[in-house]
């Protein structure tokens, strides 16, 4: 039977926007194996700007809480109808509305897929830099409204500095448009920021203008192995000494490593328990050079290096990487992963308290991600359907968050706050600066119905 706001917003929408509310899909995210999944009173899937705007002017008129929603691929459960929200899904706003490869931009609607993107820029001989998991189903606003990161983002940054103007209906459903085309736009407060980040709390991201560059001519990854985490932090603070700019800077520790070692393309040596993934890229003799700096930086105590070269065996290793978080879901069944963020200098030690944390809890951990950044995926192993395990590694991920901050880091780097964090900025932001983001989100929102109990 629908319900009344599912015949109300009926009225109001195209055939076609409405979707049955039990559908699974669209009442979890990637923390689904966590419990977390949620009731929604109405699932409504607007087929243009217009009509999401007219879909969330009802809802802020009728005092009825409203969750956006992309991919569904966050893993902080951000789209996740908790309080039996409308949720307001960006699918079929799926069109790239301007393709201008000459000028290095494009402008597409939220629902655009990232792999989509991606393969456009490619066709035309250009690059849209950022490069967050889950492209083939991940979307543009779902990416801008977490300001989505990725292992390439040590050289280009996250996906809010690729975005020079995007469009986006306000909770009442107002339309604001900010920045545009142009490549600089300081005249007013930097509200295209605010939104990017904002993870659906401030409104609805329906478009966007994405900022291109010609694709690289050349790309060539290296992988070193160690045979502990001394000797593999040793090797990244080497690449920086040595004034080497990679595309991408990652690392596995030993837990990740043995997890995903089976599908690894090569063979690895033995007693390798921490691996560093580089990538250079530019023309060929710009890539050429960067790759020699890395040899020389990663080569002192590595037990082996492994440089794919052809480009079947380069896109092999990143399909293997991508594939390392399913990896250790698979030890157990499950996982609760958070991205937590240090300064590269402390990252050895978070990544030996890490392990420690999980002892502590009497569960499996381990930790990989960009080491470049700072940026750690620390990951306790669970069985989904132990409540005990599940309730530890909640516990668990309370002391990884604190550690973050005691290091002198944050609390998240690219997942964001969502529902899984909430709360977690008392940690990190002073009082003055608590009152700000409640106020910015006041003045957006004043009936706190976009994404209530989210990021703030």
Not at 336 to 361: F, Q
Request: charged share 25%.
């Amino acid at each position: 039977m629908s319900t009344a706001i599912e015949r109300e917003l009926g009225a109001i929408c195209a055939p076609g926007a409405l979707i049955d509310r039990t559908r699974r899909e669209y009442l979890h995210d990637a923390t689904e194996h966590e419990g977390l999944a949620g009731e929604a009173s109405a699932i409504v899937a607007p087929g243009s700007e217009d009509e999401l705007s007219r879909v969330l002017g009802w809802c802020y008129e009728h005092d009825v809480a409203m969750v956006p929603r992309g991919g569904g691929t966050g893993f902080a459960g951000g789209s996740v109808p908790l309080g039996r929200e409308v949720v307001v899904s960006t699918e079929r706003l799926d069109s790239v509305l301007e393709l201008e490869p000459g000028l290095w931009r494009m402008r597409v609607e939220a629902g655009v897929r990232t792999a989509r993107v991606h393969r456009l820029a490619r066709e035309n001989g250009l690059a849209f830099p950022p490069d967050p998991g889950a492209a083939e189903d991940s979307m543009v606003g779902g990416n801008i409204a977490t300001n989505a990161g990725g292992p390439h983002a040590f050289k280009y940054g996250v996906t809010g500095t690729w975005i020079t103007g995007l469009r986006a209906a306000l909770p009442d459903g107002r339309l604001i448009e900010v920045g545009g085309p142009v490549r600089k736009d300081v005249a007013g407060y930097d509200l295209k920021s605010l939104l990017i980040g904002s993870e659906g709390t401030l409104g609805v991201i329906t478009s966007a203008w994405l900022r291109l560059i010609p694709a690289p001519e050349h790309r060539a990854p290296i992988v070193a192995l160690y045979a502990d985490i001394a000797a593999g932090i040793g090797a990244l603070l080497n690449v920086l000494a040595q004034g080497v700019v990679p595309a991408a800077l990652e690392y596995l520790d030993a837990g990740a490593l043995a997890s995903a070692a089976g599908a690894f393309p090569a063979l690895l040596p033995e007693g390798a328990a921490f691996m560093v993934v580089a990538e250079a890229d530019g023309s060929r003799a710009e890539t050429e050079a960067a790759v020699a700096g890395l040899r020389e930086a990663l080569g002192p105590g590595a037990l082996a290096l492994h440089a794919p070269e052809g480009r079947a065996d380069v896109e092999a290793l990143w399909r293997w990487r991508d594939g390392v978080s399913l990896a250790v879901a698979a030890r157990k069944g499950g996982k609760l992963s958070e991205d937590i963020v240090v300064p590269l200098d402390r990252l050895g030690e978070a990544i030996e308290r890490t392990i420690e944390i999980g002892a502590r809890h009497r569960l499996g951990a381990c930790s990989w991600g960009h080491a470049g950044d700072g940026n750690l995926h620390s990951t306790f192993s669970v069985d989904p359907s132990d409540e005990g395990e599940i309730e530890r590694a909640r516990a668990a991920a309370e002391e990884l968050f604190a550690l973050a901050v005691e290091l002198g880091g944050s609390v998240s780097g690219e997942h964001g706050l969502g529902w899984v964090k909430r709360g977690q900025l008392e940690r990190q932001w002073g009082d003055a600066a608590l009152r700000l983001h409640r106020e910015i989100k006041r003045l957006f929102d004043p009936k706190g119905l976009m994404n209530p109990g989210k990021k703030v």
